[in-house]
């Protein structure tokens, strides 16, 4: 059971530290996470081990779904943020003439990083630099199933010199991460299921903290008749099974166009049969991570196989590992095209027009990330811009969420909020809009009081910002606003 005092104690002495943190230039903050950033790389070998052994994860997925997007962005920051956090100037109109506009970015406070376990290094080091450089102190809860990470990062931040206390890393479950959220947090920023984030947004609701929820999703891939269809099959059978599936942004829904379906679903057949599966490390992908997960695949093969499906594959089960399974003469009916798998599915079902396609993608409660093929890039771009998605890749899966200088986050039940590039030091930020006012007038034109003058100066004001009246009588009623202008000096 988490202790209440030692809660309070990891909150209080986060808060002392915030206040020297936030201290810092944004410069400054940023030589520490350059530091943080060579000693990830100078560690590269124990890194890998602890993350495949905590996650039971291939290395290369450590290297490829964990440490690289995390230098990447790391890097990206170094160079952008002060950019980023630097206030920004803007627009004024007639109404607020003689007005200065900027917006600037002040740091928050403390914020709690609650983690999930498959991209156990990423998933908390890049919310977790993103806190830092804005100029927060990071409370870090990973996974239950992966404290060897938590252990990991917190000594990582340790040897790069970060001050006491900044970032502190809680160990624990579910109970914890309750425990935590009640200790009142100033913000949340929450990676995992639909059902947790309900219960954190839930908890974080009774205290007003805000929150970020970065949860599943149910990814299409949309296929065209005119796409390189060797290309697309490679892509494919990686976006579904690389870590078995266990992927966020994982293809969980493959539709092909019918005139390519047969050639495609022959295709992926002849590939998924050179694919190295199994517990070893240098395996293309190996187990599935918990129990939970195994009950879930299960239910939903048995699911679409009672509605009609048809398999493609056997289904080989050894000890946790799925081999990869391919489905076909599936629908929306079926749990696997509905909710999400987290395993070695793929699904894969044919339409017939690019509406269909559209409207197939769109027909999920999920909207986290989704891919277009097709050679034709303006056609592609046109129906990315009808899915109800946070993020698209056309003619790739999967690492468009590396791009450090994109947005990332879902729409619709995958969640809201953005992280990565400027959104990502913004959405630690407080963000305060400010105004200059350089007139030396007595009063000004909305203060009391409120004479029949005024109210004809308003109405003027209207007519000569937003009717359509000819030149000549806006000049007339410019003049008169003048005057009354002239009596509030
Ligand atoms: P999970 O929801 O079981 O756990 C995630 C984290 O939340 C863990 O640290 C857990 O201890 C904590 N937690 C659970 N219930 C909580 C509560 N009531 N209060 C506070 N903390 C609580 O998820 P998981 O199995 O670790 O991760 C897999 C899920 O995460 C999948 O659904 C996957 O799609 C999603 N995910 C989303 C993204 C994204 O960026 N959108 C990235 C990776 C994973």
Not at 64 to 90: F, G, R, V
Not at 412 to 425: E, M, P, R, T, V
Not at 453 to 465: Q, S
């Amino acid at each position: 059971m988490p202790n209440a005092s030692e809660i309070e104690k990891t909150l209080s002495t986060a808060r002392v530290a915030f206040t020297q943190w936030k201290k810092k230039t944004v410069l400054e903050r940023v030589a520490y996470v350059s530091a943080l950033r060579k000693i990830i790389v100078k560690n590269l070998d124990s890194i890998i081990a602890c993350i495949s052994e905590s996650a039971n994860k291939v290395s290369m997925e450590a290297l490829n779904s964990d440490i690289l997007p995390t230098l990447e962005m790391i890097k990206y920051y170094e160079k952008q943020a002060p950019k980023i956090l630097a206030p920004k100037k803007k627009k004024t109109s007639f109404l607020f003439y003689n007005h200065d506009a900027y917006v600037e970015y002040k740091a928050l406070g403390v914020v709690l990083i609650i983690a999930p376990w498959n991209c156990p290094f990423q998933l908390a080091l890049v919310p977790l630099v993103s806190a830092l450089l804005a100029g927060n102190a990071v409370i870090l809860k990973p996974s239950e199933i992966t404290p060897k990470v938590g252990d990991l990062i917190a000594a990582l931040c340790h040897k790069a010199g970060l001050p006491k206390n900044l970032v502190q890393v809680v160990l624990g479950g579910k109970d914890m991460g309750e425990a935590l959220i009640q200790a009142r947090p100033d913000k949340i920023f929450f990676t995992g299921s639909g059902g947790a984030g309900k219960n954190v947004m839930a908890a974080a609701a009774k205290n007003m903290i805000p929150v970020v929820l970065e949860l599943g999703g149910k990814d299409p891939m949309i296929v065209f008749e005119d796409a390189d269809i060797d290309r697309a099959v490679g892509a494919a059978v990686y976006g579904a099974f690389a870590h078995a599936g266990q992927f966020c942004v994982a293809v969980e829904r493959l539709y092909v166009h019918e005139l390519v379906f047969e050639e495609f679903v022959s295709k992926i057949m002849k590939r998924i049969t050179t694919l190295n599966v199994g517990t070893a490390y240098d395996c293309d992908f190996g187990p599935i991570n918990t129990q939970g997960q195994i009950d879930r695949i299960e239910e939903q093969v048995q699911d679409a196989l009672a509605k009609g499906a048809t398999l493609l594959t056997d289904i080989i089960i050894q000890k946790s590992v799925w081999y990869p399974v391919v489905l076909k003469n599936v629908n929306h009916k079926m749990q696997l095209m509905s909710e999400e798998t987290f395993g070695p599915l793929l699904p894969i079902m044919p339409f017939k027009t690019e509406e269909e396609a559209v409207a197939l993608a769109n027909d999920s409660p999920y909207g986290l990330n989704a891919s277009v093929w097709s050679r034709n890039i303006k056609k592609a771009q046109r129906v990315v811009s009808q899915l109800e998605t946070g993020n698209a890749y056309i003619n790739d899966v999967i690492k468009n969420i590396g791009n450090p200088d994109l947005p990332f986050g879902g729409v619709k039940q995958s969640g809201f909020g953005k992280y990565h590039g400027a959104d990502g030091l913004r959405t630690f930020s407080i963000e305060t809009a400010v105004m200059v006012n350089k007139n030396q007038t007595k009063r000004e034109i909305n203060w009391f009081p409120y004479t029949a003058e005024l109210a004809k100066t308003v109405r003027g004001l209207i007519n000569f910002l937003y009717a359509d009246l000819p030149l000549r009588e806006k000049i007339k009623i410019f003049l008169t606003m003048r005057r009354f202008m002239k009596t509030l000096q």
